[in-house]
């Protein structure tokens, strides 16, 4: 299941997706997706005002994946259709803050992020020890939190407008998974 690439980072081996390091030909695969409106909301940015993606801001992308030790390359058939990340480490605490972003919608409620969300939590609980893993999601992303639900993680509370998006102020529903609810599953 978890082997080291080339570029010495762990790789995630799932049934239908590889979690890997990044690969030069990824910043081709995510500037051919651009920036989609939805995906652009459903991150918490302004889907209304949608400029092009620029290679520039690829450039940054792919440079914060490289040196990220746990953030990996969502691949499918040897394209990158997303990303995955642990981060907010708390070594003290034993948690880590979780993100995935699929930047193809036609890659959207086929099970992807689930699959994904799996890896990195058997990642996170097995390999690190992690107590918690813990994320953020705008309450209109109802898609993403049916995933999160699936992969285990329990609604904590609502941080109330704390978002202002497209001129509009929005929640974040708060969701962690404790090692022994990983267990229990």
Same mark, same amino acid.
Request: hydrophobic residues 40%; contains cysteine.
């Given at each position: 299941?978890?082997?080291?690439?080339? +570029? %010495? $980072?762990?790789?995630? &081996?799932?049934?239908?997706?590889?979690?890997?390091?990044?690969?030069e030909k990824d910043k081709i695969d995510r500037l051919s997706y651009g920036r989609d409106p939805e995906f652009r909301k459903m991150v918490g940015g302004d889907h209304r005002v949608n400029p092009p993606l620029t290679?520039?801001?690829?450039?940054?992308?792919?440079?914060?994946?490289?040196?990220?030790?746990?953030?990996?390359i969502i691949d499918l +058939? %040897? $394209?990158?259709?997303? &990303?995955?990340?642990?981060?907010?480490?708390?070594a003290q605490n034993r948690s880590s803050r979780y993100?995935?972003?699929?930047?193809?919608?036609a890659h959207w409620s086929q099970g992807y992020g689930t699959e994904a969300t799996r890896l990195v939590l058997k990642f996170a609980f097995e390999t690190l020890r992690l107590h918690r893993v813990d994320l953020r999601v705008l309450e209109f992303n109802h898609r993403a939190i049916r995933c999160y639900e699936k992969c285990g993680f329990v609604r904590e509370g609502?941080?109330?407008?704390?978002?202002?998006?497209?001129?509009?102020?929005?929640?974040?529903?708060?969701?962690?998974?404790?090692?022994?609810e990983y267990r229990a599953q």
């Open positions: 299941m978890n082997n080291s690439g080339s +570029d %010495g $980072k762990l790789v995630l &081996q799932g049934k239908r997706l590889i979690l890997r390091g990044p690969h290679v520039e801001e690829v450039e940054r992308w792919y440079q914060s994946v490289l040196v990220e030790p746990t953030s990996w +058939d %040897g $394209k990158c259709i997303g &990303q995955v990340a642990l981060h907010s480490h708390s993100a995935i972003g699929i930047f193809d919608p609502l941080e109330r407008e704390g978002a202002l998006i497209a001129g509009e102020w929005q929640s974040d529903v708060i969701m962690s998974i404790l090692e022994q």
